[in-house]
């Protein structure tokens, strides 16, 4: 039988720690009646682990490793005893500090007191405190029982100590009597369970660690609340436009956010109908060019449709830099900032059957069909291609006065004149400049 003793403070010259060393002598002293197999008390105390403050939101299990140590001593014990002293009234902060690395250890478990390093462990928890006047250093006890407890530790009985200062003295064994009598009256019928399988919810870990990776992104990536102009979602451009010379700006480098209202369900028409061409047409092999957060895969795997291989691309940092953190966990999905005029960025290793063109030939209107072919038919040797641009005619809810829209929108017929095979459709979407045209082109 395994008896393990933790002081949860961290001084130096702890009375906590120098209270448990005293019940390890008398431990020392006798510990007859109780089995042959009973060894004397362990003693372990916050110094001899060293954990740092509990600073972790994530439910994903990962500890330091003075933590890990931590863990396996409680493990080990098939009785604990905790020393904790009272702080303000209140338990400790290293006994917390040590309790809150357990829960984060254990993925937050949300189904408390069935997988954690003290789950049906017998613990008996005493304070040495200086003062002696009642209840002085026992006035923690109900909120330190409860939350042993809600943790599924077996609070067997709690002890104060008092005059400690006079009373926890070298060799004084005698103080620690009443407390070490009660552990061996314990010990002398008690049998540890048999080791057993908690029953964890992982799924909930799952929840809380994604929710977690969600919120921490938007602060990473300095989401904003979606910007809107006339009840739809738009980026973030002014509203009065008085130069009828104005353009929709393109930009290469831009924030996450500045795009963001092409990640809204207002605007996954555009997307869902790209989707449809990929899923009919079984195309296992994609590239996406200005792919941005790539959202054709959050619809495609919505759709149950997982078994392609994609490489999407984009000239801005911050979105790719995002996007490699959702899909980290995908060996078939790769993003990379590059642009579509350096080819030796944009080479993959899997037969590509579909390229994808979101509103990016329009960024080199003279030249597009060229870079079209050099791309798609001679670098990549597709036989899809996918086309989306703006239309020139836009709701006026949905647009500017005054500010023109950059599209190669009317040059869509000389892709239909050139390739086998061609199919175009209109989408309207009720975001910004929401009236999108789709090509499907059969090389």
Not at 134 to 146: S, W
Not at 386 to 398: G, L
């Amino acid at each position: 039988m395994k008896l393990i003793g933790i002081s949860f403070s961290h001084a130096e010259n702890s009375l906590q720690t120098r209270g448990l060393e005293l019940l390890r002598q008398r431990s020392e002293e006798s510990v007859t009646g109780v089995g042959d197999n009973t060894e004397p008390m362990r003693l372990y105390s916050m110094t001899d682990f060293n954990m740092p403050v509990c600073n972790s939101n994530k439910s994903d299990g990962n500890v330091p490793e003075s933590v890990e140590k931590f863990i396996s001593v409680l493990e080990e014990a098939d009785v604990l005893v905790f020393a904790i002293s009272e702080a303000t009234s209140h338990y400790s902060a290293g006994f917390k500090n040590a309790m809150d690395w357990m829960v984060v250890k254990s993925k937050f478990n949300a189904k408390l007191g069935t997988d954690y390093a003290i789950t049906r462990k017998p613990i008996f928890v005493v304070t040495f405190t200086p003062t002696v006047k009642e209840p002085n250093g026992a006035r923690h006890f109900d909120m330190t029982k409860q939350l042993l407890e809600k943790l599924g530790g077996e609070v067997i009985k709690s002890h104060v100590i008092n005059d400690a200062w006079k009373t926890v003295i070298p060799g004084r064994t005698s103080t620690v009597y009443e407390l070490f009598n009660d552990i061996i009256a314990f010990l002398s019928f008690y049998m540890p369970d048999a080791p057993s399988t908690h029953t964890k919810d992982d799924n909930s870990s799952l929840r809380w660690l994604n929710d977690y990776n969600d919120w921490d992104r938007k602060w990473k990536y300095e989401w904003k609340p979606i910007h809107k102009v006339n009840g739809m979602p738009w980026p973030r451009i002014p509203t009065e436009i008085t130069d009828s010379d104005n353009e929709v700006p393109l930009k290469e480098d831009y924030k996450l956010r500045s795009m963001d209202y092409l990640d809204t369900p207002e605007a996954r028409p555009i997307f869902d109908k790209q989707a449809d061409i990929i899923i009919e047409n079984n195309i296992k092999g994609i590239v996406d060019v200005g792919c941005r957060i790539g959202i054709i895969n959050d619809i495609l795997h919505e759709r149950g449709y997982t078994d392609y291989k994609y490489m999407g691309f984009d000239t801005s940092p911050q979105p790719i830099a995002y996007v490699k953190e959702v899909w980290k966990d995908y060996d078939n999905i790769e993003y990379r900032c590059a642009s579509m005029y350096n080819e030796k960025d944009i080479k993959v290793e899997f037969d590509v059957d579909c390229v994808i063109w979101s509103g990016v030939l329009l960024y080199d209107p003279d030249n597009h069909m060229e870079l079209f072919k050099k791309l798609t038919v001679d670098m990549y040797n597709a036989k899809h291609a996918i086309i989306q641009e703006p239309c020139k005619e836009q709701d006026p809810k949905k647009f500017l006065k005054n500010m023109k829209l950059q599209t190669i929108e009317d040059d869509l017929e000389l892709y239909a004149g050139i390739y086998s095979d061609y199919d175009e459709w209109t989408i309207d979407a009720d975001v910004f400049s929401g009236r999108r045209k789709i090509a499907h082109v059969w090389i």
